[in-house]
Antibody, heavy 120, light 107 residues
Framework: QVQLQESGPGLVKPSQTLSLTCTVS??????????WTWVRQPAGKGLEWIGR???????SYNPSLKGRVTISEDTSTNQFSLRVTSVTAADTAVYYC????????????WGQGTTVTVSS | EIVLTQSPDTLSLSPGERATLSCRAS???????LAWYQQKPGQAPRLLIS???SRATGIPDRFRGRGSGTDFTLTISSLEPEDFAVYYC?????????FGGGTKVEI
């Protein structure tokens, strides 16, 4: 059974860096048939795609995040990570990691989500 | 960037009724790359439909997706109590993913 689990600080100060990790079980992040993805959702609002990393380490990001985002994978720990620099209150959201299947072309497995609040 | 516009924002229906949700794209979307998700309060989204019309594993056949080009539709033929939720469409194009703003189906 494939499972994804987000972890990281729930509180980040403005201007600092938000760092989250997604631990994957039941499948290797080295698998070529998936993109490993981050999505966020501010309270009461819709879903926003942040970006993704592939098995080869290639990345793609939402242009609206203006170069503040880095997503990387660690095959030795079977994890992938998100870094968002220079955070503001607008980055406060529930952050989800998800598996984007290149067979189905959809996000077929999601983590439970983790809430990150940006506040001093 | 392809913008997805969902309508209506809210659909107020009763159990047993038919729900029709619309997703309109600002540019043509390849059918392979259009998906629908269901999200209930406090839960992660769940994949319902991929490739415009293929139901994900375990999704009942009362959920039906269709469409092409810039116009896509999710239909729930007869609403069950557990179907009241928010629904999002999502597209993939040129290595970018975008979501629609969502439609809330409420009792």
């Amino acid at each position: 059974q494939v499972q994804l689990q987000e972890s990281g600080p729930g509180l980040v100060k403005p201007s600092q860096t938000l760092s989250l990790t997604c631990t994957v079980s039941g499948v290797s992040v080295s698998s070529g048939t998936y993109y490993w993805t981050w999505v966020r959702q501010p309270a009461g609002k819709g879903l926003e795609w942040i970006g993704r990393v592939s098995d080869s380490g290639s990345t793609s990001y939402n242009p609206s995040l203006k170069g503040r985002v880095t997503i990387s994978e660690d095959t030795s720990t079977n994890q992938f990570s998100l870094r968002v620099t220079s955070v503001t209150a607008a980055d406060t959201a529930v952050y989800y990691c998800a598996r984007y299947s290149l067979f189905y072309y959809g996000m077929d497995v999601w983590g439970q989500g983790t809430t990150v609040t940006v506040s001093s | 960037e392809i913008v997805l516009t969902q309508s209506p924002d809210t659909l107020s229906l009763s159990p047993g009724e038919r729900a029709t949700l619309s997703c309109r794209a600002s540019q043509s979307v390849m059918s392979h790359y259009l998906a629908w998700y269901q999200q209930k309060p406090g839960q992660a989204p769940r994949l319902l439909i991929s490739g415009t019309s293929s139901r994900a594993t375990g999704i009942p056949d009362r959920f039906r997706g269709r469409g092409s080009g810039t116009d896509f539709t999710l239909t729930i033929s007869s609403l069950e109590p557990e179907d009241f939720a928010v629904y999002y469409c999502q597209q993939y194009s040129s290595a970018q993913v975008t979501f629609g703003g969502g439609t809330k189906v409420e009792i």
